[in-house]
């Protein structure tokens, strides 16, 4: 299955929307794996474009949980950092499709 998502969040101390799709597939032991890209733009003008990939599961009701990695890559100078850097995510998804996520950078 292929999800389009948006979403509103801080970067490196910056706001930012984002735009964002993935694509999940069950595998034999009933968890999923999928993989994804995106951009994130912030109120000033500068993007960060992403790739990932994570393991989920199926949750109560209807929930979905994933874990993963994504790597960045910016032009933009305030976000350049995460051009070196992998971050780690959490990923939720309700029952009504909304979504919320948490990175944290992997030192």
């Known amino acids: 299955m292929e999800v389009s ?3 509103d969040g801080k970067i490196l101390g910056s706001d930012y929307h984002e735009v964002g799709t993935y694509w999940s597939e069950p595998r034999p032991d009933g968890t999923l ?3 994804g890209m995106g951009v994130v733009v912030t109120p000033d003008g500068g993007t960060a474009t992403w ?5 989920g599961k199926f949750g109560q009701g ?3 949980s994933y874990r993963g990695a994504v790597y960045f890559t910016t032009s933009t100078p305030k976000l350049a950092r995460l051009n070196s850097c992998v971050t780690l995510f959490e990923f939720e998804v309700d029952p ?5 996520t ?3 950078e992997w030192k």
């Open 5 to 7: 998502f948006e979403g």
């Open 33 to 35: 794996y999928g993989e």
């Open 51 to 55: 790739k990932g990939a994570g393991v």
């Open 62 to 64: 209807g929930t979905v």
């Open 96 to 100: 009504q499709g909304n979504t919320h």
């Open 102 to 104: 948490k990175n944290w």
